[in-house]
């Protein structure tokens, strides 16, 4: 099974019908006289079956879907790009699933939304006032803070800005966002892959804390560099040699020497992706074995 084919069954697109399914047949409603069928064409109105407003607004409320925030700072938009290439369950996922209420791209809205979850792209300028105040913002009207990608998590690349650049010379200090505010989660990677991101949200959804511990507990640091495999791993005799974190190094800062994880500083650009993908830094076995049916 391909790996787009494992997102979508895990976002329950793709269902194969079962032998109950075929043998259902429609049946009347004793409420609306319509088969079920047509209820699934057509929605039933509470309101004209005598519904109270009360009731009317209690289920409303209990199949609310949840309201996703998308807010930009100092980064490249990578993360946001990631999120646009799960082709195949984008438009489920976007207007199915979820309520974009809020995104200077996404939703033609000044003033900033009360929201289930913010998903935070890029690290924080010191010198930009209104980063300062839309990232406090965010925190006050956001129920989950979420720190998407490595530039928001643990600084990334902004790490070695020091100002003097084209455009805005004068922002020179950049922090993640953890540094200034209490996070939620995190989503690692520069940027995190498409599907990493579609099942997150999803597991928010189902409030699937299994799935998402890894990344609350991430959320408790700011740092990352290659050094963490040499400090965490290496050094605690838990690395096997399977060369996961070289692969999954973007810029070929990490390899393999006699079966050991070199690190290149030169090359390095701090999203801690490596630590974050060797296996023995995070080994949830009940959950792999249900991901993949074992």
């Not at 009731?55 to 925030?69: D, L, Y």
């Not at 010198?127 to 998407?148: G, Y």
């Not at 998590?153 to 540094?179: K, M, V, W």
């Not at 989660?185 to 892959?193: E, F, K, N, R, W």
Request: aromatic letters at 4%.
């Amino acid at each position: 099974m391909s790996l787009i084919s494992k997102v979508k069954r895990f976002l329950r697109i793709e269902t194969k019908p079962t032998k109950d399914d075929e043998e259902d047949k429609p049946t009347e409603s004793k409420i609306t006289g319509a088969s079920t069928t047509e209820k699934i064409k057509k929605p039933v109105n509470l309101e004209d079956v005598g519904a109270s407003k009360q009731e009317v607004e209690k289920v409303a409320e209990e199949n609310a879907k949840p309201r996703i925030g998308y807010i930009h700072l100092s980064g490249c938009t990578g993360d946001g790009m990631a999120l646009t290439e799960n082709y195949d369950i984008l438009a489920e996922l976007l207007t199915n699933m979820v309520d974009i209420v809020y995104g200077q791209t996404l939703v033609d809205v000044w003033d900033m939304p009360e929201m289930d979850l913010a998903l935070v792209e890029g690290s924080v300028c010191l010198q930009d006032e209104h980063s300062m105040h839309e990232l406090q913002e965010v925190r006050e009207k956001a129920k989950l803070v979420c720190a998407f990608g490595s530039c928001a998590a643990n600084g990334c690349f902004t790490r070695y800005a020091r100002g003097g650049q084209q455009a805005r010379p004068d922002h020179e200090s950049f922090l993640p966002i953890g540094d200034l505010i209490d996070v939620d989660l995190a989503i690692p990677g520069c940027p995190p892959s498409p599907e990493i991101i579609a099942k997150t949200v999803v597991a928010l959804i189902q409030e699937d804390m299994d799935y998402l511990q890894p990344m609350i507990d991430l959320a408790a640091t700011t740092e990352g560099c290659g050094c963490d495999l040499q400090k965490y791993i290496v050094n605690n005799a838990l690395c096997t040699g399977c060369g996961t974190c070289a692969m999954a190094c973007q810029t070929r800062a990490v390899t393999m020497v006699e079966g050991r994880p070199a690190f290149n500083s030169d090359r390095c650009i701090k999203c801690g992706i490596c630590r974050i993908q060797c296996p023995r830094s995070w080994w949830p076995e009940e959950r792999i074995k249900e991901d993949l049916g074992l």
